[in-house]
């Protein structure tokens, strides 16, 4: 069947050594293969695609890209250029790659500004954003004219992990708990909520925020969310409990979790025009996300909904 995927990494020279610091915990034979597939752009990615039946690939940047930087100018710069590259190497395959723009949002107005022209010029479909900013998180008010801008855009924003801007002192001792084990989906779940909270999507109804890794465990607490928020009281000028603003402006995508019982709860809380399919290519094997979405059991009409129609829908293909 075919397929459309959303979380798919690349890496441009610039970020290689960052790249490499935040990863040490790899051993050296699994550093250097992920290095060359984030690098590659032709047969080997091409090949595990095919491998896994997707049509097209929507390429991001991967962590922690300009996200970490401290000087604004240098991330503005470094955000364009990633994009240029990645529009260069779309001409080359462009029907098989699109784009998802790389943002320095150390300055909202020029992440703005640059988000439009990744979608005007270059043809991108959305924006993919690794989590905070230097600590700081895009439910605040600074971050207003850029969401407005999405919204007038009508394009998507991914919020990806990244490491937290402090280390969780429960965290403390247990190295393995962090990154994508676990850190990663309590940082960007809670992330995700603060949006929710903090009105983001009361003031920008249109916005569609995109979560991958089966929403970052979202769709399992939704429930919960809804009974404590009537306990405590919805903060004020939030109109809708929780599940419903995550099910109006949050689609996810399965990257990274090939699992039936995650697919079906996703589906069940969501509902099967709110999620996508992803691989999180290369972390993740393409061949195993694509044979695996081919034989869970859901019908042949979810199916076709989670492999591509969604993903036509939410990046405006059609």
Not at 31 to 40: G, S
Not at 122 to 137: C, D, E, K, Q
Not at 142 to 149: C, L, V
Request: charge should be negative; glycine fraction near 6%; charged fraction near 25%.
């Amino acid at each position: 069947m075919k397929k459309i995927a959303l979380e798919e990494h690349f890496l441009s020279p610039a970020f290689v050594e960052e790249f490499k610091k935040g990863m040490r915990s790899l051993p050296d034979e699994a550093m250097q293969n992920i290095l060359t597939r984030l690098q590659d752009f032709g047969d080997q990615r091409l090949a595990a695609m095919d491998a896994a039946g997707i049509d097209k690939a929507f390429l991001s940047l991967t962590s922690p890209g300009v996200q970490i930087e401290t000087d604004t100018a240098r991330a503005v710069k470094l955000a364009q250029e990633t994009n240029d590259f990645l529009a260069a190497e779309i001409q080359k395959q462009p029907t098989r790659y699109g784009g998802l723009a790389h943002l320095a949002l150390q300055d909202p107005q020029a992440a703005a500004d640059e988000l439009e022209r990744s979608v005007r010029q270059l043809g991108f479909r959305g924006a993919m954003i690794n989590s905070h900013t230097n600590g700081h998180y895009l439910d605040e008010e600074q971050y207003f004219p850029f969401w407005e801008r999405v919204q007038d855009l009508g394009v998507p924003v991914y919020l990806h992990p990244a490491n937290s801007y402090q280390k969780l002192q429960i965290l403390e001792g247990h190295d393995e708990l962090l990154g994508a084990t676990w850190s990663w989906t309590v940082e960007t779940a809670t992330h995700a909520l603060r949006l929710v909270f903090g009105g983001t999507f009361e003031r920008f109804p249109n916005v569609k925020l995109i979560l991958g890794h089966m929403g970052e465990t979202l769709p399992y607490v939704l429930w919960r969310l809804d009974s404590r928020s009537r306990l405590a009281g919805l903060p004020k000028g939030l109109t809708k409990l929780p599940s419903q603003y995550i099910k109006d402006n949050i689609v996810i995508t399965t990257t990274g979790v090939c699992a039936d019982e995650s697919l079906q709860c996703a589906l069940s809380a969501l509902g099967e025009d709110n999620v996508l399919f992803s691989v999180d290519y290369p972390f993740e094997e393409s061949k195993q996300a694509g044979d695996w979405i081919e034989q869970a059991p859901i019908s042949e009409a979810v199916r076709e909904k989670v492999c591509y129609k969604n993903a036509e829908r939410v990046l405006g293909l059609k």
